[in-house]
């Protein structure tokens, strides 16, 4: 693979470097220097989730970023599905072109379910686990996108307006607080139009329990230091299931965040940090 720089645009967030991989073309960055960590992110976001958080770790750490294919700046190829085991095969391919020996590897919503079948079932060697509000046992698949999936062809044909109301109701309860109006249009804003509503459509079609059934039959395996975090007030998985998860790994630290919801570094950017950092520390 070869990377192909970018110059960045004048926006908030973006991420300057592309690579080529099976499924597309990934957009990436590198932050900092320091022993590795890997940030992952979820749906329905982007590497945007992870903005605060990169930039401290990066005072003492060589952060990694990256778009999901099909999601931010990432770009799917033609007939590709974007879908856990999709995003778990990119991770082993960027792992090894990043050639970072044992990243601690962190994963938010289907980011978690993404890193851990990377480590398990493709063999990415890593430090130490982070898993934040971790869609990994099953089921994980919100009761919104099955009715999605069940609906596809009318989702995909009501006014486009009406569907970016849809969206933004259900991105209202990915949080505890309110988000900032610059903030929201950052996530709703990759999804506007007819190519926005098709790129949403396409996510939510690629969802599926069974890419995270064995990898959830496995996590005794584990022999890593594992982080579970997750927000006190999510409403997408409920905080019960970060109690399920960290009874299955045996090394793992279970945290759970006040006044956070499901977009934990939205609703506690600096408790979030702290907690990350700390993991990450006692790793060294």
């Known amino acids: 693979m070869a990377a192909v720089p970018v110059a960045h645009a ?23 220097e320091g022993p590795a960590v890997v940030l ?18 990066a005072a003492t750490h060589t952060v990694y970023l990256w778009d999901l294919l099909g999601y931010g700046d990432s770009a799917l190829d033609p007939g590709v599905t974007p879908s856990i085991a999709l995003h778990a095969a990119t991770l082993a391919e960027l792992a090894e072109y990043w050639s970072r020996r044992r990243p601690v590897l962190v994963g938010h919503d289907i980011g978690a379910g ?23 046992l099953t ?8 009715h999605m999936q069940t609906h596809l062809d ?3 044909t009501m006014p486009v307006h009406v569907f970016g109301e849809v969206i933004a109701a259900h991105l209202r309860t990915a949080t505890h607080q309110p988000l900032a109006p610059a903030t929201e249009q950052a996530y709703l804003g990759r999804f506007a139009g007819e190519a926005g509503r098709q790129r ?3 996510q939510v079609a690629g969802f599926c329990d069974e890419d995270t ?6 996590l005794g395996e584990i022999s890593v230091p594992t982080l579970v975090a997750w927000g006190e007030h999510d409403n997408w998985l409920s905080v019960e299931t970060a109690d399920e998860l960290s009874e299955a790994i045996s090394r793992s630290h279970r945290v ?26 006692r790793l060294l």
């Open 213 to 218: 059934r064995d990898v959830a039959a496995a």
């Open 40 to 57: 992952t992110h979820g749906t329905p976001s982007w590497s945007y989730l992870w903005r605060n958080l990169a930039t401290e770790l």
């Open 256 to 281: 759970v965040i006040p006044d956070a919801g499901h977009f934990l570094t939205e609703d506690a950017p600096v408790a979030t940090a702290a907690i990350l950092r700390a993991f990450l520390e």
């Open 154 to 156: 009318a989702y995909r």
């Open 139 to 146: 089921p994980w698949v919100t009761p919104v996108a099955t």
């Open 200 to 202: 949403y459509l396409d």
């Open 10 to 32: 004048d926006h908030d967030w973006e991420l300057g470097r592309r690579v080529r991989v099976a499924g597309g073309e990934v957009a990436y960055d590198v932050l900092g």
């Open 114 to 136: 993404t890193v851990l079948r990377a480590h398990l079932t493709h063999g990415v060697p890593t430090r130490g686990l982070a898993l934040l509000d971790a869609a990994v």
